[in-house]
């Protein structure tokens, strides 16, 4: 199969067996654990559903559609325990954010109970503030959870081109994407070793 550098193409079946040389995907060093991954590529003509945002519909459903009809992989990759907690990087800062948003909206509910003064609005401008920083934490929040399950679409971690299978193919093929060099030689290597012979016994 043809490969770059830092790519490599394998089968659908190759990734969810995982079917791969003990060599960690991102540094190149002996892998010491495994982690899964689930790859998601959308077909060209689900780029038509970001025309929803032009009649206001925005991303709450664009996005999903695109997810719907999007072409999937999944399988485990061999990695090393420090590129194993690189990636949940992602999620971990979810978590935080995602508990300091319940805590400003705490606050923001306990402003708006306060008895309201003319002559003082503060705790009503606290409460505007607090809920507002809020809804953009959990906003953000939100998009690094998804970036946490879909391990595939963080920047710094391996990626994938799920294709769309052809006529007469016994498979899909997907293309492996920022991978150390040592990961895909290795890789390589694997996928021209001939078939192991059966002995036969009488």
């Given amino acids: 199969m043809v490969s770059r550098q830092d790519r490599v193409t394998v089968w659908a079946s190759q990734l969810a067996s995982n079917d791969f040389p003990a060599v960690c995907a991102m540094t190149g060093a002996p892998a010491e654990t495994w982690r899964k991954f689930r790859f998601a590529t959308p077909p060209w003509w689900a780029l038509s559903f970001l025309l929803l945002i032009c009649?206001?519909?925005?991303?709450?459903?664009s996005i999903p559609l695109a997810y719907l009809v999007a072409r999937r992989a999944s399988g485990?990759?061999?990695?090393?325990?420090?590129?194993?907690?690189?990636l949940e990087l992602p999620m971990r800062a979810a978590i935080v954010i995602l508990a300091l948003c319940a805590l400003v909206w705490i606050i923001?509910?306990?402003?708006?109970?306060?008895?309201y003064d003319p002559a003082s609005p503060t705790p009503q401008l606290i409460g505007?503030?607090?809920f507002n920083l809020g809804l953009v934490a959990f906003v953000?929040?939100?998009?690094?959870?998804?970036?946490?399950?879909?391990?595939?679409?963080?920047?710094?971690?391996?990626?994938?081109?799920v294709m769309r299978q052809l006529?007469?193919?016994p498979d899909r093929q997907v293309e492996l994407i920022r991978l150390h060099p040592a990961f895909v030689a290795a890789v390589q290597q694997m996928q021209s070793a001939p078939p192991p012979q059966s002995i036969e016994t009488n």
């Fill in 55 to 61: 009649v206001g519909i925005g991303f709450v459903v």
């Fill in 76 to 86: 485990r990759l061999p990695l090393t325990h420090r590129s194993k907690r690189r």
């Fill in 108 to 115: 923001a509910v306990i402003a708006f109970t306060r008895p």
């Fill in 128 to 130: 505007l503030v607090s």
């Fill in 140 to 161: 953000f929040g939100a998009v690094l959870v998804q970036l946490g399950l879909q391990l595939g679409r963080i920047p710094f971690g391996p990626g994938a081109i």
């Fill in 167 to 169: 006529p007469g193919q």
